[in-house]
């Protein structure tokens, strides 16, 4: 395959890729419980899901953006009630965070909410396509975060 080829190829799949992201996350956010932020809901599935603490580096690194980006998020969910944040006992520098059981409301809720704007889009779509396209998107997010990304 020609450079060009491939250059176009690679313009054509971030193209789609930027114009799929913004769609997604417009749709998304419409449907959020009443001042859920798409950020707000992001930290509190990934909490969710690890059901374990995390430092807002931590956090910070797995969401790819500033401690200072984190901090404000955080800082949001507290004074919601939907994290704990405690100081490190052994490190008076370092904090941890722990989805609240509120937080864990709200992540249900702003699950229940999103699920079937997904499966609508899954369905037609369809499943075997998306399995697919999964894959290959898994990896393209490892070879992106494998370059500093």
């Known amino acids: 395959m020609s450079a060009e080829k491939a250059d176009d190829i690679a313009v054509a799949l971030f193209g789609e890729l930027f114009m799929a992201d913004q769609l997604a996350r417009n749709r998304i956010s419409r449907v ?50 939907h994290v704990h944040i405690r100081p490190d006992w052994e490190d008076a520098r370092q904090k941890f965070v722990a989805i609240s059981p509120s937080g864990r409301a709200a992540r249900d809720s702003a699950v229940a909410s999103v699920v079937p704007l997904i499966a609508e889009v899954v369905q037609t779509i369809g499943a075997d396509k998306v399995r697919a396209l999964l894959s290959v998107l898994r990896e393209l997010r490892i070879s992106l975060e494998g370059d500093g990304g």
Do not use: I, Y
């Open 32 to 81: 959020l419980p009443r001042g859920m932020q798409l950020s707000h809901f992001s930290v509190l599935n990934h909490l969710a899901r690890v059901n374990d603490e995390r430092t807002p580096a931590q956090l910070a690194r797995s969401f790819h953006v500033t401690r200072g980006a984190m901090t404000n998020t955080l800082t949001k969910l507290e004074w919601a009630g």
